[in-house]
């Protein structure tokens, strides 16, 4: 595939999206050192291109959900990043009012329903969320992220099933960053090759390779495709990798340097950005300006943070159950 197949346009934008990951995510990782940041974080270090690749498909009014390493799936959404970074601080202007925090990032406005805790809690909810949209006769697809331990919990089995009988508009997505928690998929299943596991249920399955936001972007394009057009749900497995450990409490120590090295050389935004000086698509003062406009971001991002209040104590009671016109749900 040559590597200048998509626009200008399209690599300045995949640069800046991915950066700002990137750069949103080491400022996480630096204010949980500093304890500004408390209880679990889970950094996408590395794994910039499986959402860059996607965003460049994906529609304003598609939906997206996902597990619990969700900063950059939020903001890559559209979500505003000092929305994001106040929830990572518990304050009350945090998309989720401050009262989700770092695994429960939430946005209906932006159609990013999640930001899930439990492992592979979010696999039957995207298909919901899909039957809702052919339900209702919209041609809008679903995108449901999971890691690859995910692919362990037997609802991942129950809803490809479900989703493939029905033919549901949802696209999932297995993020293969090759450890789950701690354990490689090799130690713990004898499917090594997990896009293998859609084809029993006939479902279309293919690997990519996550470390390329241009293989991300074509086997999204042909899934979303197939879906908006009703032919049911695709699986992707996106290989891909994370730089840092499972959580911030994770030293990562069963795996090598030489090996996180090896992916280091592949990584996505020093690809795109080699491509960009290649093909003479910006000048070194433009690129200049992208990384200060990131910065800036970011920083705009700590700043509301720091300066939002936290949520007052009577928040405690709302937001706990829906208000419903159902006659037999009471206050």
Known sequence: MAKNTFSKETYLHWYELMLLMRKFEERAGQ???MQKIKGFCHLYIGQEAVV????SV???EDNMITAYRDHAHAIAKGTPPKQVMAELFAKATGCSKGKGGSMHMFSAQHRFFGGYGIVGGQIPLGAGIAFAEKYNGTKNVTVCYMGDGAVRQGTFHETLNMAMTWKLPVIFIIE????????????SSNVTDLYKLGEAFAMPSEPVDGMSVEAVHEAMDKAVVH???GNGPYLL????YRYKGHSMSDPAKYRTKEEVDEYKAKDPIE?????????KYATDLEIE?????????VDDAVKFAEESPYPDASELYKDVYAQSDYPYITD
């Open 31 to 33: 204010l949980y050192g």
């Open 52 to 55: 860059a690749g996607a965003m």
């Open 58 to 60: 994906l529609k304003p």
């Open 176 to 187: 293969n960053n090759d450890y789950a928690m701690g354990t490689s998929v090799e130690r």
């Open 227 to 229: 879906a908006r057009s």
């Open 237 to 240: 497995e996106i290989k891909t």
């Open 271 to 279: 690809a795109t950005l080699k491509v960009i000086r290649e093909n």
């Open 289 to 297: 300006e992208i990384e200060k406009r990131v910065k800036d971001v």
